[in-house]
């Protein structure tokens, strides 16, 4: 009897040690789960860099001439903004004047002009995509390399001359030298091909300009 | 012949004793190696011809390349080392100038500099990022800036426009566009808001609601009359396209409603193509 009384302690015992420890047991793992689990890290702060950016080109044309088609040729003023997308590609918005030249007709038929002076200031500005295809350094003697671009250029824009508008499409091609990195050289050339009526019917015209700039990154 | 047990014994202890003292010198050893002989052999220097009111980083990646422009055919004409300090001078859509201590500047990808650490003040060791241009995620605010071509009923259209992104979703745009018809040439000016239901579609449609003033002259040649101004209602749907992070191409299609001081108010359909930056 007394036996079996202490096998059922002994018995009872074993079961309530079990349960505490396996109780222990699963409160140690969910610990340790926690410790496995827990988004504990410390969150790594970045900053932005204080950083001046120069994505902007400012370009004054130091010397231009435009041709207008039966209108002689002369000089071109303007300048222009662009934007540089990325390391290929820039937009550019650009603004030029000049004065159309007397018609072969005028000369010829010695009769009373087709324009009027006023009517002969042309202003005309665009809105363009380049392409920068060509990026390279140019070599000038032995002493400097410096970097260059060709690129190709192409958009839409308005020519206002003889009281009227016209819309414009403009392809070129131009060059562009980096004296420095935020100072530049640019030869650019392009042709702007518009309609006008100016000789009774419409006519297509292709207006070539080239214009030598000078271009400032800021 | 020559392998005499003796020997054999002495080069046996010297092999046990080398792994040995290379297992200690490997334990003494534990701290890592931070700075290449050449990136500590300068120290501290710092050029003599550096500009003021540059940012300095440490080098946290194992090399950088710097390039002698800013682009990716370039010479690659220098490699900064681990652990090596440089100056930030500025940067050029995505790349950024960078000078090392003795004194030579060059061009580093943005890209490449994804391990750059702060080295002044209470921020030292703190990661330091280039800010880029452009959307990141699609909820950035931003300026984005447009061109774009256009057929105003039968007129050819070139626009420019600037928007401003407030969330994902929402952006206001200002809007100045010149078309050039054959009876007549206008001016609009506009400002929009616009809606991107879905903007992490690839092709993400949009719709337009905005108001502004349209400045109409008829070409003289052609009727004798004047110029006439009057105030517009836009409203527009369309669909854009991001090619690039910075870049996107974008239709659109848009009724001006031309309130006039005539008897009928006029409408004209306007179809546009054009692309918008962000910057």
Same mark, same amino acid.
């Given at each position: 009897m007394e036996t079996r009384i202490r096998r059922i302690h002994v018995k009872l015992g074993c079961a309530l040690s079990i349960a505490g420890f396996s109780a222990f047991s699963v409160a140690q793992g969910d610990a340790t789960i926690d410790e496995i689990i827990s988004p504990d890290l410390e969150r790594r702060d970045i900053r932005e860099a204080k950083i001046d950016s120069e994505d902007f080109e400012f370009t004054a044309y130091l010397g231009g001439i435009m041709n207008v088609e039966d209108f002689g040729s002369n000089a071109l003023y303007g300048g222009s903004l662009a934007y540089h997308i990325n390391e290929d590609f820039f937009m550019e918005a650009a603004y030029g004047q000049t004065t159309l030249g007397e018609s072969s007709y005028e000369r010829l038929s010695g +009769?009373?002009?087709?324009?009027?002076e006023e009517e002969r200031e042309l202003s005309m500005y665009n809105l363009s995509l380049a392409w920068n295809f060509l990026p390279g350094e140019i070599f000038i003697f032995d002493k400097w390399a410096l970097n260059s671009n060709l690129y190709l250029i192409g958009g839409v824009g308005n020519t206002s001359f003889a009281d009227e508008e016209h819309f414009t499409y403009n392809v070129g091609v131009g060059v562009r030298i980096l004296a420095k990195d935020w100072l530049a050289l640019r030869l650019d050339m392009r042709d702007h091909i518009f309609e006008h009526e100016i000789f009774g019917e419409p006519i297509t015209t292709n207006n070539l300009s080239t214009q030598l700039g000078v271009s400032i990154y800021f | 012949m020559n392998c005499q047990p003796g020997k054999r014994i002495l080069s046996l202890g010297a092999l046990l004793g080398g792994l040995l003292l290379g297992g200690y010198a490997a334990a003494a050893q534990?701290?890592?190696?931070? $700075? +290449?002989f050449s990136a500590s052999q300068f120290g501290e220097r710092t050029p003599e011809d550096l500009p003021d009111d540059v940012e300095q980083v440490i080098n946290g990646a194992e090399f950088l390349n710097l390039y002698t *422009?800013? *682009?990716? @055919?370039?010479?690659?004409d220098h490699v900064v080392e681990y652990g090596e300090q440089l100056w930030l001078l500025k940067r050029r859509t995505d790349w950024v100038k960078v000078m090392t201590r003795t004194g030579k500047t060059g061009w580093a990808k943005i890209a490449d500099l994804d391990a750059i650490f702060a080295v002044e003040g209470d921020a030292r060791g703190e990661q330091v990022a280039v800010p880029t241009p452009g959307? $990141? @995620?699609? +909820?950035d605010r931003g300026l984005r800036l447009g061109f774009a071509y256009g057929d105003f009923e039968g007129a050819n259209a070139l626009g420019l426009s600037l928007g401003y992104r407030f969330t994902g979703n929402l952006s206001a745009e200002l809007r100045a566009a010149q078309t050039i018809g054959a009876y007549s040439d206008s001016q609009t000016y506009q400002v929009a808001l616009l809606h991107q239901p879905f903007p992490q579609w690839r092709l993400s449609p949009y719709f337009l609601l905005g108001t502004g003033i349209n400045i109409t002259s008829p070409n003289a040649t052609i009727v004798a009359t004047e110029d006439r101004q009057d105030t517009t209602m836009l409203t527009g749907i369309g669909v854009k396209t991001h090619l690039s992070r910075r870049f996107a191409l974008r239709a659109e299609v848009a009724n001006h409603y031309l309130l006039t001081s005539r008897e009928n108010n006029q409408e004209i359909v306007e179809w546009k193509l054009g692309f918008d930056v962000f910057m």
């Open positions: +009769s009373a002009p087709l324009l009027t | 534990e701290a890592p190696v931070v $700075d +290449s *422009g800013p *682009g990716r @055919g370039y010479v690659i959307i $990141d @995620g699609y +909820s």
